[in-house]
């Protein structure tokens, strides 16, 4: 018997003990998936701002590739006197632009900006550039920024919002610089705290209206 | 007495080894989040460091080669945030242009990186096939991770800076006869 007593010597758990170490326990639990959510949130806001920092860079990367070689639009049938004028203005506030004019200057707006390009795989044995209709814009609806050409749209869906500026180059008051500023959604589930959007802002220019301001005597392309 | 003494407790080791493997759980764990907003932040400095390798590249392409003197290339050196204010500079904007840009700095997100920019135009004359025709461009960005830099000019030296990034390329210099 005495063996069998010997059990009851030991003493158990009161009330009092169960219900700290409960409560201790619910703690740690709470605390370990408070770090836990809050690690989970970081690396999904981590990938997220990757993928739309990626996302800015091939955007940035189609505007200065199609940027670089904007131009003027000058038809055959423009007279000597507008094709002039087209060198010399090609690159216009599109708010000051009058429509029903021959030529197409590059256009640009805050939101918006319209140019042609001369396309890089022109054939061989032509005599002038081909060249073809570049648009990028804010779509309200979309929330995002568009690449309209030759009747195909692109869209980059992590830059929310875009703004297009003119300026002149500081060595040469009459040479056009566009200064393009990009608001990257930074996190675009809305999942973190707060996170701000991403600015980014670069210039861009054009090599061909460039040469043809700096050398009018020469490498002049009528269409 | 004796009932205390018969009690079953955590002895002290036992609760310095448990709180010792418990901070060590959630220091692992910290640290593993805030890497990850770091590595954000680098992803971030670095795209606008190219971005401004690149746009220095573009305004130095857009002028002819025999109008770019040493003089008037330094104008594009020196740091992005002014070492008075700590805020950005004003972008390279000729005051005299028809052409008025609202924006007159660089956003202020830039400041954070304390970038600075560097570039040199050196003869390829000798060193290449026809470079006498050629003219080297090399552009050089130096950033922050996070600190504020104890100098934030650093006029002819190199800027105290932590990361560094370099862009080449050549300029055709239209002076030289055939």
């Not at chain 1, 707006?109 to 209709?133: C, G, I, K, N, W």
């Amino acid at each position: 018997m005495r063996g069998s007593c010997h059990g009851t010597q030991k003493r158990g758990v009161t009330l009092v003990e169960l219900a700290i170490g409960v409560i201790l326990v619910a703690a740690l639990l709470g605390i370990t998936y408070k770090v836990f959510s809050y690690i989970t949130n970081a690396r999904k806001r981590g990938s997220v701002d990757l993928q739309e920092l990626q996302g800015a860079r091939f955007a940035i990367n189609h505007l200065r590739r199609d940027f670089r070689c904007a131009t003027p639009f000058i038809p055959k049938s423009a007279t000597l006197a507008q094709k002039a004028k087209a060198f010399e203005m090609p690159i216009v506030d599109a708010k000051a632009y009058t429509k029903g004019d021959v030529t197409v200057p590059v256009l640009v707006s805050p939101a918006e900006l319209h140019f042609h390009r001369q396309v890089y795989d022109t054939p061989d044995l032509t005599t002038s550039p081909v060249l073809e209709e570049v648009n990028y814009h804010i779509d309200e609806a979309r929330k995002c920024l568009i690449r309209t050409t030759a009747g195909r749209e692109l869209a980059f869906p992590g830059i929310r919002n875009v703004k297009f500026e003119l300026y002149g180059h500081p060595l040469n008051p009459e040479t056009p610089m566009l200064l393009v500023t990009l608001v990257v959604d930074a996190d675009a589930d809305k999942k973190g705290p707060g996170t701000p959007d991403l600015e980014i802002t670069t210039t861009l220019s054009s090599a061909v209206i460039n040469q043809n301001l700096h050398y009018r005597s020469w490498n002049r392309i009528y269409y | 007495m004796r009932r205390f003494s018969d009690r079953m407790g955590f002895t002290f080791v036992e609760i310095v080894i448990a709180t010792g493997v418990a901070l060590v759980f959630f220091a692992g764990l910290i640290h593993f989040a805030s890497a990850t907003g770091s590595e954000t932040s680098r992803a971030e400095n670095y795209l606008r460091a190219l971005q401004i390798a690149q746009e220095t590249i573009e305004l130095v392409q857009s002028m002819p080669v025999g109008e770019l003197t040493d003089a008037k290339l330094q104008i594009f050196e020196g740091s992005l945030v002014d070492s008075q204010t700590r805020q950005s500079v004003a972008l390279p904007v000729h005051p005299e242009s028809a052409w008025k840009p609202v924006t007159k700095k660089y956003p202020e997100q830039y400041t954070k990186a304390y970038f600075y920019r560097k570039l040199r135009l050196e003869p390829l004359e000798g060193e290449a096939a026809n470079g006498r025709f050629l003219r080297k461009l090399i552009v050089e960005v130096f950033w922050n991770e996070g600190r504020v830099p104890d100098k934030i000019d650093a006029i002819g030296g190199t800027p105290d800076r932590m990361r560094k990034l370099a862009l080449a390329t050549v300029l055709f210099d239209e002076r030289e006869y055939y």
